[in-house]
């Protein structure tokens, strides 16, 4: 049922429970993918050079951590995992992926780092669910 799925991180703890979720239905549904990705904002190109490459690798390692911790958390399962990090507006770079990989489910926390941590579901994911080409799974 859900082949290929895909599960966006963004290092909040709702994040990892859903990287936990994500690898007990690849388990349950024995997919076949499972595509982990981290989406970054964009840099703004005002900030110029050098500030620019400074700014950029400061995002790239903690969108590495962010990865790398996802990955721990999801563990073996038998899907073929594949990670990637990309940069652009979060809700818009899912569904963008989730539409390029042909992807059945999209996993993903219900509250991410935002600075609007009371809204019962985030800006993020409420934009997914109304917009993705799939079923999506918010989790908590």
């Known amino acids: ?16 429970n859903a990287a936990r979720t994500a ?7 024995n997919s076949a993918e499972l ?13 110029g050079e050098p500030n620019f490459q400074s700014a950029m690798n400061v995002r790239l390692d903690e969108a590495q951590k962010i990865l790398k911790t996802a990955v721990e958390a999801v ?6 995992t594949q990670t990637e990090f ?3 507006d979060p809700a818009e770079a899912i569904i963008e992926i989730a539409k390029t990989r042909k992807c059945d489910l999209i996993v993903m ?11 019962v579901l985030g800006s993020v994911s409420q ?6 080409p799939c079923p999506v799974l918010v989790v908590r």
Do not use: C, W
């Open 1 to 16: 049922m859900f082949n290929n799925i895909l599960l966006a991180v963004d290092g909040s703890e709702h994040a990892l």
């Open 23 to 29: 690898a007990q239905l690849t388990h349950a549904m």
């Open 35 to 47: 595509h982990i990705v981290v989406v970054y904002d964009a840099m703004p190109l005002f900030l």
């Open 75 to 80: 563990g073996e399962v038998p899907a073929k």
């Open 86 to 88: 990309i940069a652009g």
């Open 109 to 119: 926390g219900s509250r991410g780092l935002g600075r609007l941590a009371g809204l």
């Open 127 to 132: 934009k997914v669910v109304g917009h993705a």
